[in-house]
């Protein structure tokens, strides 16, 4: 067999553990026997998040992600040691056949550890299951017809499939006939069918459905008690049953009268060597003797299965999640193989869909909970089970489980100082749950925590510490790490949005220096807020719950983690405002994207509406048709939502509306597609972070799809917003100015360079305009710097057509020609109006690259379709590897992944980052993984497409996102929105990389006092002119160098302090801050310079 091509995250239990934030903590590995990595693999697949946790004497759990082409996939595996003696299987069912109850409570009612939902079932009748079923070795119903395949366990405790059906007569005064049904939803044609007690009330009607004649005998104690030409209903007395014919099998009940002798004798007919102990089933085999079955490979859903191993001794239980973002479903060929690669040789498919669910008894518990995610938000109510039992234990503590109270993924992280409460579960050698009484606590090593006797565990200084709680001869261990000092506290909303009469909930999370971050104990929060507007009270999980006093208000919460501090601001209650009416289309204008627009007066949902007209077959590109008011149109106070109402005719356009907020800064926000006919409501919701008032300044539809073409019209009416109580922050925490990025110099000589560009959007049809200049002049730029290469890393072109390709072709050869290499990989524009790469891959030849270069390995990926998965997979399987590699190979020292998508877009919007939110966290999980796995290697992750200059660190790793060379900037111009590229230095030391950004400037000019008094401190404030008239505040995140005349000290922190006592300066700058502080008579200058520009002020000092 071919070795499969696997890659499986460091999580795994089958590879090296990391703890939550990355650094190296002991794991318990599954048993040879246990589930594995490789157990789960299949051929060209990223495993990720393996848990595997023993629920019982030989009963194992393990829940998994895996990532491939199709997408995520989300599973959940029971492995039960069918030879156990403490272990048992049988049917879990509500007690009759016609009635369906969710699992967990048909599974802690029966007292199972575990179990999976089993066969199809009548589900909008009589909740009747489809095929046989036998509990406890006896047969409760047959299968209706073409339903008679099994699985189960036998009463030799061996598990298999088979073909079940129904053997049975019944026997009259007038002769025997043969039985077809028991206990079934249909009986076919012709037939007779018997219903015990085990049916239940639901009505027999169905069971005959259009027959044309019927007849119901009920029989007690052999004899007939009454004969019905109607199929009844309600339930059957014990020691009774019912006889049910139809059609022509009614003649043998001819002159069948009360009293006359009956029987029904019925067994099941299978070929086994030993009688089922239970049996469920089930409408497709999965696997046979070890093979695949002939299965479809093209519909992907939720799905149930149950599989034994060759010899019959291992039983294997599946669910896999479907119908949601983070799980696909499986189709039922990948199922098959999914229990293949587990260990099955036979397999057969249960109830998938809504149906799929999978319930356990965790460790040191009193009941099953449901472990999967069933796909419609909660359990639907099933027919029947598959149920593991565990026999009594012996009720003694043999062990306990210790996690944290807070169900929080970083809750194993703590900062110094603060605390994390522990929970311990006592269990016997079941599992089941014990109580545990007094426990003794300890963390090793004691120098980097404490613990209190309660189980409240206290960080003192970085590091792993394992804390055990121990009862009697029993203990438990959990590994927490401390991380680095509190360095930045936030909540987990940034602000809150209560409806009159209702209430909220936030939690408190902070990060340390390197972007570990952890959530906080409600014990180590104080808050302060107006207590006559609000009730705040913390909950057993570790969030505050946020009660309203008033219908109506705002308040700010200072949220306070030691000498840090967060402002939430809340607001209570909304109302509706009409911003337009559009009773006059003149006062709306029209534009458009690759098409054409014009807009008309219509009949409106109230009065009159505007309609637009557009053409959207004009391009395959992304078409728009935007209208927006000629004159300038305000929303009025802080609102929270924006909407209009829409007539559609179902074609699918996205609705979008665009904001202009106080700092100039653009906000793209996206309603629904319009798929309606007729008149519907349409609202977006306003982003966190804007900065009111806000302007209303388009209303857009939008077509992506370059198969969609047509021509189509919109009409709007009563735009309205949803205002919330005016509420404003002003001294909200200041950004965080990251060391990646050179500020008050430049690049240390002894650094080698190279240079990335991102964001150009040339377009062949403007190719001489200013924005066309402009690119060419950064490539200029970058010729001088004289870099070993440059990376673009994508949106180099606006859409995918030869002839911008040639565009920038050009550009390439002419600018920079043979100087050095040129990396070029695409971004989404890339592929714009085609949806693929074939464009840019006959000019540009490849869509990624690996290479190392002096000591650094280089992983540019492609991430054109929004996902490097749906971009090219298999970039994902080479990135882990080379990840894997670099961190063995001693000549690889650091690691720099390029991409054009962000893992996280810095903006409020979060439009620009990673689609796939998962493969985002894995690639984020893997480079804090090479850095541990290497022992402290380097890794950044750089990338675009987001318009604003940005650094995050997250877990130990910096990521970069780059500003634009050519297209507007998306963010506020004083947070990284400008024009730009990067020029990076790489050399050798713990500060291996930094990066100077180069701001494209047209001129700089000074904001600063012709004249001080001693004494007096200005703000000095430099200003960039770029293209098109954007102007931004030069300061970080752009790389500015600062300067000034002899007289003047230009510095921070205790240098400045000592400058400013020493009598030698006549005044002192502090770059980071911008405050000029006079000290003596006299003239000063300052210069700022920045990538080349340089601007200077003469500031003259006079005496007090």
């Given at each position: 067999m071919p070795k499969k091509r696997v890659l499986v995250s460091a999580f795994l239990a089958t590879m090296m553990s990391v703890g939550w934030n990355g650094m190296s903590v002991p794991v318990v590995l599954a048993a040879e026997t246990g589930i594995a990595g490789t157990h789960l693999e299949l051929k060209d697949t990223i495993l990720a998040n393996l848990k595997t946790t023993n629920i019982g004497p030989g009963v194992e759990l393990a829940?998994?992600?895996?990532?491939?082409?199709?997408?995520?996939?989300?599973?959940?595996?029971?492995?039960?040691?069918?030879?156990?003696?403490?272990?048992?299987?049988?049917?879990?069912?509500?007690?009759?056949?016609?009635?369906?109850?969710?699992?967990?409570?048909?599974?802690?009612?029966?007292?199972?550890?575990?179990?999976?939902?089993?066969?199809?079932?009548?589900?909008?009748?009589?909740?009747?299951?489809?095929?046989?079923?036998?509990?406890?070795?006896?047969?409760?119903?047959?299968?209706?017809?073409?339903?008679?395949?099994?699985?189960?366990?036998?009463?030799?405790g061996l598990g298999r499939l088979a073909d079940m059906m129904l053997e049975g007569t019944v026997t009259l005064p007038s002769g025997s006939h043969p039985l077809i049904a028991l206990n079934q939803s249909w009986i076919t044609y012709d037939g007779i069918g018997v219903f015990t007690s085990a049916w239940g009330s639901a009505s027999r009607k169905g069971s005959v459905g259009d027959a044309w004649a019927v007849r119901e005998v009920l029989v007690k104690d052999g004899k007939v008690v009454s004969i019905s030409d109607q199929a009844g209903s309600g339930e059957i007395p014990q020691g009774s049953y019912v006889i049910l014919a139809r059609d022509s099998a009614t003649y043998a009940f001819d002159g069948l009268k009360a009293g006359d002798p009956v029987s029904v004798q019925y067994?099941?007919?299978?070929?086994?060597?030993?009688?089922?102990?239970?049996?469920?089933?089930?409408?497709?085999?999965?696997?046979?003797?070890?093979?695949?079955?002939?299965?479809?490979?093209?519909?992907?859903?939720?799905?149930?299965?149950?599989?034994?191993?060759?010899?019959?001794?291992?039983?294997?239980?599946?669910?896999?999640?479907?119908?949601?973002?983070?799980?696909?479903?499986?189709?039922?060929?990948?199922?098959?193989?999914?229990?293949?690669?587990?260990?099955?040789?036979?397999?057969?498919?249960?109830?998938?869909?809504?149906?799929?669910?999978?319930?356990?008894?965790?460790?040191?518990?009193?009941?099953?909970?449901?472990?999967?995610?069933?796909?419609?938000?909660?359990?639907?109510?099933?027919?029947?089970?598959?149920?593991?039992?565990?026999?009594?234990?012996?009720?003694?503590?043999?062990?306990?489980t210790l996690q944290p109270v807070m169900d929080h993924p970083d809750a194993h992280r703590v900062f110094p100082g603060?605390?994390?409460?522990?929970?311990?579960?006592?269990?016997?050698?079941?599992?089941?749950?014990?109580?545990?009484?007094?426990?003794?606590?300890?963390?090793?090593?004691?120098?980097?925590?404490?613990l209190m006797a309660d189980g409240v565990f206290y960080g003192k200084k970085p590091g792993t510490v394992t804390v055990q709680a121990q009862a009697q001869d029993a203990k438990g261990t959990v590994n927490l790490q401390v991380i680095g000092d509190l360095f930045r506290v936030k909540t987990s909303a940034e602000r809150l949005s209560i409806p009159t009469g209702g209430s909220h909930t936030f939690f408190v999370t902070g990060s340390d220096a390197e972007g570990y971050s952890a959530p906080i104990e409600p014990q180590d929060v104080t808050l302060e807020y107006d207590r006559t507007i609000l009730q705040i009270a913390a909950s057993d999980n570790g969030q505050f719950v946020v009660t309203p006093l008033v219908g109506d208000g705002a308040a700010v919460v200072a949220v306070k983690v030691k000498d840090k501090q967060?402002?939430?601001?809340?607001?209570?209650?909304?109302?509706?405002?009409?911003?337009?009416?559009?009773?006059?289309?003149?006062?709306?204008?029209?534009?458009?994207a690759r098409s054409t627009v014009s807009v008309s007066s219509d009949a409106g949902q109230n009065g009159q509406g505007v309609k637009v007209s557009f053409d959207f077959t004009q391009s395959t590109a992304t078409r728009t048709a935007n209208i927006h008011p000629n004159a300038t149109m305000e929303a009025p106070g802080q609102p929270l939502q924006v909407g209009v109402w829409v007539k559609g005719s179902g074609k699918g356009e996205w609705l979008s509306f665009t904001l202009l907020d106080a700092s100039g800064k653009y906000h793209y926000v996206y309603g629904p597609h319009v798929t309606w006919t007729g008149w519907q409501f349409a609202e977006a919701a306003v982003p966190q972070g804007v900065q009111y008032p806000v302007q209303i300044v388009t209303i857009g539809a939008i077509e992506t799809n370059k198969d969609?073409?047509?021509?189509?019209?919109?009409?709007?009416?009563?735009?309205?917003?949803?205002?919330?109580?005016?509420?404003?922050?002003?001294?909200?925490?200041?950004?965080?100015?990251?060391?990646?990025?050179?500020?008050?110099?430049?690049?240390?000589?002894?650094?080698?360079?190279?240079?990335?560009?991102?964001?150009?959007?040339?377009?062949?049809?403007?190719?001489?305009?200013?924005?066309?200049?402009?690119?060419?002049?950064?490539?200029?730029?970058?010729?001088?710097?004289?870099?070993?290469?440059?990376?673009?890393?994508?949106?180099?072109?606006?859409?995918?057509?030869?002839?911008?390709?040639a565009l920038a072709e050009q550009l390439l050869n002419e600018e920079i020609g043979s100087r050095f290499p040129v990396y070029y990989?695409?971004?989404?524009?890339?592929?714009?109006?085609?949806?693929?790469?074939?464009?840019?891959?006959?000019?540009?030849?490849?869509?990624?690259?690996?290479?190392?270069?002096?000591?650094?390995?280089?992983?540019?990926?492609?991430?054109?379709?929004?996902?490097?998965?749906?971009?090219?997979?298999?970039?994902?399987?080479?990135?882990?590897?080379?990840?894997?590699?670099?961190?063995?190979?001693?000549?690889?020292?650091?690691?720099?992944?390029?991409?054009?998508?962000?893992?996280?877009?810095?903006?409020?919007?979060?439009?620009?980052?990673?689609?796939?939110?998962?493969?985002?966290?894995?690639?984020?999980?893997?480079?804090?993984?090479?850095?541990?796995?290497?022992?402290?290697?380097?890794?950044?992750?750089?990338?675009?497409?987001?318009?604003?200059?940005?650094?995050?660190?997250?877990?130990?790793?910096?990521?970069?996102?780059?500003?634009?060379?050519?297209?507007?900037?998306?963010?506020?111009?004083?947070?990284?929105?400008?024009?730009?590229?990067?020029?990076?230095?790489?050399?050798?030391?713990?500060?291996?990389?930094?990066?100077?950004?180069?701001?494209?400037?047209?001129?700089?000019?000074?904001?600063?006092?012709?004249?001080?008094?001693?004494?007096?401190?200005?703000?000095?404030?430099?200003?960039?002119?770029?293209?098109?008239?954007?102007?931004f505040p030069l300061a970080y995140p752009a790389t500015v160098a600062w300067s000034g005349s002899k007289n003047v000290f230009i510095g921070t922190g205790d240098s400045l302090e000592q400058a400013r006592k020493s009598g030698r300066y006549n005044a002192v700058l502090d770059p980071e801050t911008g405050k000029l502080t006079a000290l003596k008579s006299g003239t000063v200058s300052i210069s700022v310079q920045s990538n080349g520009i340089t601007q200077q002020a003469t500031i003259r000092i006079e005496a007090k």
């Open positions: 829940t998994f992600d895996r990532l491939d082409r199709r997408g995520w996939v989300r599973g959940q595996v029971l492995k039960v040691d069918l030879g156990s003696k403490k272990i048992s299987t049988d049917l879990l069912f509500p007690g009759v056949v016609s009635a369906a109850e969710p699992l967990s409570e048909t599974a802690n009612k029966s007292g199972a550890i575990a179990g999976v939902n089993g066969d199809f079932f009548d589900i909008t009748g009589t909740r009747a299951p489809l095929g046989s079923q036998v509990k406890n070795g006896e047969l409760l119903k047959g299968p209706v017809p073409d339903w008679t395949k099994v699985a189960g366990v036998g009463k030799d067994k099941p007919k299978a070929n086994l060597p030993e009688q089922f102990q239970f049996a469920v089933g089930g409408n497709l085999y999965l696997l046979k003797d070890g093979a695949v079955q002939e299965l479809d490979d093209t519909s992907s859903d939720p799905r149930t299965a149950i599989g034994f191993s060759a010899d019959g001794k291992t039983m294997y239980l599946a669910t896999v999640d479907g119908r949601q973002q983070n799980s696909r479903g499986m189709t039922l060929r990948e199922l098959a193989e999914l229990l293949q690669g587990l260990g099955a040789a036979n397999a057969l498919n249960l109830d998938g869909g809504g149906s799929t669910t999978m319930v356990a008894r965790l460790p040191g518990k009193n009941q099953v909970e449901v472990v999967n995610s069933p796909s419609e938000g909660s359990q639907r109510p099933v027919a029947n089970g598959v149920g593991i039992f565990a026999a009594p234990g012996s009720g003694k503590l043999t062990g306990i603060l605390s994390r409460k522990l929970k311990a579960a006592g269990h016997d050698e079941t599992y089941a749950h014990v109580v545990t009484g007094a426990l003794t606590w300890q963390a090793t090593p004691t120098d980097n925590a404490s967060a402002l939430l601001p809340v607001t209570i209650g909304y109302k509706p405002v009409v911003v337009a009416d559009f009773e006059d289309e003149s006062a709306w204008g029209t534009s458009g969609k073409q047509y021509q189509g019209e919109l009409v709007y009416d009563d735009l309205t917003v949803k205002v919330a109580p005016a509420i404003r922050i002003t001294d909200q925490q200041p950004a965080n100015k990251d060391p990646l990025i050179v500020q008050n110099g430049q690049l240390e000589a002894g650094r080698w360079k190279f240079a990335v560009l991102s964001d150009s959007h040339l377009t062949a049809n403007s190719a001489d305009n200013k924005q066309t200049e402009q690119i060419r002049t950064s490539l200029r730029q970058i010729v001088e710097a004289k870099p070993d290469f440059l990376v673009i890393s994508g949106d180099l072109v606006d859409a995918s057509n030869p002839e911008n390709f990989i695409p971004g989404n524009h890339e592929v714009m109006g085609t949806g693929n790469l074939d464009y840019f891959l006959a000019k540009f030849k490849t869509n990624r690259y690996s290479f190392d270069h002096k000591g650094t390995r280089f992983i540019l990926l492609d991430s054109s379709a929004g996902s490097f998965g749906k971009s090219d997979f298999l970039q994902l399987i080479d990135l882990r590897s080379r990840l894997n590699d670099a961190a063995k190979d001693p000549s690889i020292k650091n690691v720099v992944v390029i991409g054009h998508h962000p893992t996280r877009d810095p903006l409020p919007t979060k439009n620009s980052q990673l689609s796939d939110g998962k493969e985002a966290q894995l690639v984020e999980t893997w480079l804090t993984e090479f850095r541990q796995s290497s022992g402290g290697k380097g890794a950044v992750y750089v990338s675009g497409h987001a318009h604003t200059v940005n650094v995050d660190r997250v877990n130990g790793v910096p990521y970069l996102v780059l500003g634009p060379s050519g297209k507007i900037p998306y963010g506020p111009a004083d947070k990284g929105g400008f024009y730009a590229w990067n020029l990076f230095g790489i050399d050798g030391g713990a500060d291996w990389i930094r990066t100077e950004v180069r701001p494209l400037l047209e001129q700089v000019t000074i904001e600063a006092p012709a004249s001080l008094k001693a004494g007096e401190t200005a703000t000095v404030t430099a200003i960039g002119h770029q293209f098109g008239g954007h102007k």
